[in-house]
């Protein structure tokens, strides 16, 4: 998923700072909603068939295929990790333009609920299943992940791609996901970290103006915040090497739509978001998991 600072929705931005990741103040829903809610991501709706989150290359990382193709591979690991039966329902949060639901309705020909605090996301991810011929099977609904207003144990199971970075309480979404599954259900997680943080050294990655990446966990937590919320954890896989292309075809992708970005935040403020795109790629403390996790 591209960063957007604050600075770069504005055409008067005057200074190129490094991107930082806040993990001091974690990020409202609202903000989350405003965030995706922003003509950045209309734009980018043009990206990999509306993906907004990493690919995955095989072979360690060294796989020759083109970012389109990587997307569609790191949904088709997460519906692996899921692994539901035909008819299950499925529990999709946040949910982003709703490309992941469709792609796994189709692949297990499966009843996909997807959740977004973005009202943007919601009626675009609503309008797609629609015009894909799915919405008998996919719908999407403005969810608080934090607070989900469903039934006790009605989903077979459920999946957060790309989605927990933003989550205040990453433990309270576990709890609620929790709830609402059966008995054996998978949850499995694609998701930003932190890589075994040296206490005695400063990160590079410091409190900055946004509060998007705050809720980001060090990945040795992870198996925590899981047991405490009650699932079960079955796995916990480091693929940041998998990953770590995403940042170059973001970058790619950004100086190709150079016009169509100006056209949104100024000549400036496209200069920021490109180098701030391309810094974070550098960012040592950044990585990035699959956890599958059971409910018992």
């Not at 699932?231 to 896989?237: D, N, R």
Request: with cysteine; glycine share 8%; aromatic share 8%.
């Amino acid at each position: 998923m591209p960063r957007r600072d604050a600075e770069v929705v504005t055409n008067n931005a005057t200074t190129k700072k490094p991107p930082t990741v806040n993990k001091t103040v974690a990020p409202e829903p609202s903000d989350i909603g405003h965030y995706y809610d922003h003509k950045v991501f209309d734009l980018m709706t043009q990206l990999g068939d509306g993906n907004l989150h990493y690919g995955y290359w095989f072979d360690g990382g060294r796989q020759e295929a083109t970012f389109d193709q990587a997307m569609v591979q790191m949904t088709d690991e997460m519906i692996r990790r899921l692994d539901p039966a035909p008819g299950d329902r499925v529990l999709d949060i946040g949910c982003g333009n709703g490309t992941p639901a469709m792609q796994l309705a189709r692949a297990r020909d499966v009843e996909v609920v997807g959740i977004s605090v973005s009202a943007r996301q919601v009626e675009r991810g609503n309008r797609r299943a629609r015009e894909a011929g799915l919405a008998d099977r996919v719908r999407f609904e403005q969810v608080d992940a934090m607070n989900l207003p469903f039934d006790d144990a009605s989903f077979d199971h459920c999946w957060a791609l790309e989605s927990m970075l933003h989550m205040p309480d990453k433990q309270q979404v576990l709890s609620e996901a929790l709830r609402v599954v059966k008995p054996g259900a998978r949850m499995p997680i694609a998701d930003m970290v932190y890589l075994n943080p040296d206490p005695s050294k400063p990160r590079t990655a410091t409190v900055s103006d946004t509060t998007i990446y705050a809720a980001l966990t060090d990945i040795g937590d992870y198996p925590d915040i899981f047991r405490a919320a009650g699932w079960t954890v079955l796995e916990l896989t480091d693929i940041t090497s998998e990953t770590a292309k995403t940042y170059d075809g973001y970058v790619e992708w950004i100086r190709a739509h150079r016009d169509e970005y100006v056209d949104i935040i100024g000549v400036e403020g496209y200069e920021l978001f490109l180098h701030n795109q391309a810094a974070l790629g550098k960012m040592p403390e950044l990585g990035y998991i699959f956890a599958t996790a059971q409910r018992p």
